[in-house]
């Protein structure tokens, strides 16, 4: 007889296999205030909108390292009779008074020159055109609420140059620089690419604070917004569990507010991956086309510095494990941070002090200063353990990113908003690599998938390597929509920069003294009437050093996209 314990487990087990499709796209986000309805997307329009009046002052403090917003969690920010008059206040308290609502939109894109898309969900958009539709139901009724919000792509994928790469047995379109150890292709093979997806759906049940639910909608976590070091809504979600607080978290006494967040799930792969063979993970070598995903998040804004918000997050990618086995990393992020308590344990790993799970975490802060329109952010992010507290003391930048930003409110009236965004990600091998070995971000030895859901990246759109990237942004909100201006330089695709000592691969790679580099720039405007919204955006991606200069020469890629949707 199973225990009870047990019988939860296999409960929890087929509940997320159940919820897995095996096809994969999330349908477009710019859905003006109507779309508050099925809550705030992550990267979204709603999304972005609240965030400027937190920091224009126009409604409470928010904890914002923990996301998406449920749209109970919408109504409870935006229904308090002491919030403002603010530019989309009535069109969004009419869309949140609805329990029950039906919507879609549809989608097209057209890329000129090469694969160009960020931050999009997991529509894949490949060089060429792209069409994009999907469904959106949601409903709501005391503590429950259900969002249901399919979609299907399809993808001209075009041909394009193709970077060689160095892994013999490796099919074409792999990832050129780390083709063994993450599933990110070039291209998503050689025919048309159509994938159908559960999208951004979540069953939720709230109460007293706390919150639990399915769900497959995009994560965001920490305090990126284009760059995000764990998750954002670049590969789209995946199906998890979760259980944490709602809305602004649990107020305590004299401490603060605390918002947590736990989740359990499934990630799965592109037909492309480095790993193929069964689902579930054999050894090293056969290391299974799925993995377990289990991470916590916690932040906290002090009593006497509401405004203020830091916290740190946690997250495992861990085999996928025949029968009951695979249950065991329910408790990863609760395990010790450091590696050496790890001796004894190295099964599925050739690390005698390891094994096949691959950890990753990041510490943030977030402080707002909402009467002169001010928000200054900075996040820490690192890839896998630190032996003990005297290496973390020592080398905290061992294998690790920083992000930044700043944004300012540069107009506040009742019926225009307006706010200037700096961001900043530095994901560079430091000189630390003089002398000790160095990893590269989101490749991960052991689990060959890297940290990406389909073939796309869950964290930072930018690539994987040592990598970095700049943007500014300028965003205005009216009573009739928005105007978004976005200029961003990435360097992508890069081993180093510096002399490589201590790199692996090594400094007679192929690539090892090159990067790429692209610089974007577009402009994008909603327009919205009663549930409708239309979304334009057209820009230009200059890719300056393009294929690490074999091919010696620039590229430039025009694109232009457009959504409408209605609810």
């Given amino acids: 007889m199973l225990s009870s314990s047990r019988w939860a487990a296999v409960a929890l087990v087929f509940l997320l296999d159940v919820a897995i499709s095996p096809l994969g796209a999330q349908w477009q986000s710019n859905t003006g205030p109507a779309g508050a309805v099925s809550g705030a997307i992550v990267g979204g329009d709603v999304e972005r909108y609240l965030r400027a009046l937190a920091l224009a002052g126009i409604i409470k403090p928010l904890p914002w390292a923990i996301r998406p917003f449920g749209p109970v969690d919408l109504a409870e920010f935006l229904l308090d009779s002491a919030v403002a008059q603010h530019p989309w206040s009535g069109a969004m308290r009419k869309a949140l008074s609805s329990r029950a609502a039906v919507g879609g939109v549809v989608y097209a894109g057209a890329n000129t020159g090469f694969p160009w898309g960020a931050n999009d969900g997991a529509m894949w958009q490949g060089r060429g055109l792209t069409f994009a539709a999907g469904a959106a139901a949601t409903f709501r009724i005391g503590p429950l609420s259900l969002v249901a919000a399919p979609a299907a792509f399809s993808a001209s994928n075009n041909s394009f140059d193709l970077m060689p790469q160095q892994a013999f047995g490796i099919r074409p379109e792999a990832d050129p620089l780390f083709p063994t150890v993450i599933d990110l292709p070039q291209r998503m093979g050689s025919k048309p690419y159509r994938r159908v997806d559960p999208g951004e759906s979540t069953v939720r049940v709230s109460g007293r604070g706390i919150s639990a639910g399915l769900s497959t909608a995009s994560l965001g976590w920490g305090t990126g917004e284009a760059f995000p070091a764990l998750f954002g809504s670049n590969a789209g979600g995946f199906s998890h569990l979760f259980l944490g607080t709602a809305g602004r978290g649990l107020r305590i006494p004299i401490v603060g507010r605390v918002n947590a967040r736990y989740i359990f799930g499934v990630l799965e792969q592109s037909d492309w991956s480095p790993v193929q063979g069964s689902q579930t993970f054999v050894n090293a070598a056969q290391s299974g086309t799925r993995r377990l995903g289990t991470g916590i998040n916690l932040s906290w804004q002090p009593g006497v510095f509401p405004n203020l918000e830091v916290g740190a997050s946690r997250f495992f990618h861990s085999p996928f494990l025949s029968g009951n086995r695979r249950w065991k990393a329910w408790s990863k992020p609760f395990e010790d941070v450091f590696k050496k308590s790890f001796q004894g344990r190295s099964e599925g790993s050739a690390d005698p002090t390891g094994d096949a799970d691959n950890q990753m975490g990041s510490f943030f802060a977030r402080w707002v200063f909402p009467r002169r329109g001010l928000e200054a952010t900075f996040e820490i992010f690192r890839e896998d353990h630190n032996w003990d507290s005297r290496d973390l003391a020592q ?107 201590g790199l692996n691969p090594p400094a007679n790679f192929l690539f090892a003294g090159s990067h790429d580099w692209i610089i974007d720039a577009s402009l994008a405007s909603t327009r919205f009437s009663g549930g409708r919204a239309l979304t334009v955006e057209g820009g230009i991606a200059w890719a300056g050093n393009w294929q690490l200069d074999i091919v010696n020469e620039s590229r430039t890629n025009l694109y232009a996209r457009a959504s409408w949707s209605l609810f």
Avoid: C, K
């Fill in 395 to 501: 080398e905290p930048e061992n294998n690790s990113a920083r992000m930044a930003s700043i944004r300012a409110v540069t107009s506040r009236r009742p019926t225009s908003l307006s706010l200037l965004t700096l961001e900043y990600f530095d994901g560079d091998v430091r000189p630390i690599a003089q002398a000790r070995a160095q990893g590269f971000l989101y490749t991960h030895a052991g689990l060959n998938q890297g940290h990406t859901q389909r073939g796309q990246l869950l964290g930072s759109p930018i690539g994987a390597g040592a990598i970095a990237g700049q943007r500014i942004a300028w965003e205005r909100f009216t009573p009739s929509g928005s105007l978004r201006a976005n200029l961003q330089r990435w360097r992508t695709r890069a081993l180093r920069t510096r002399n490589g000592e």
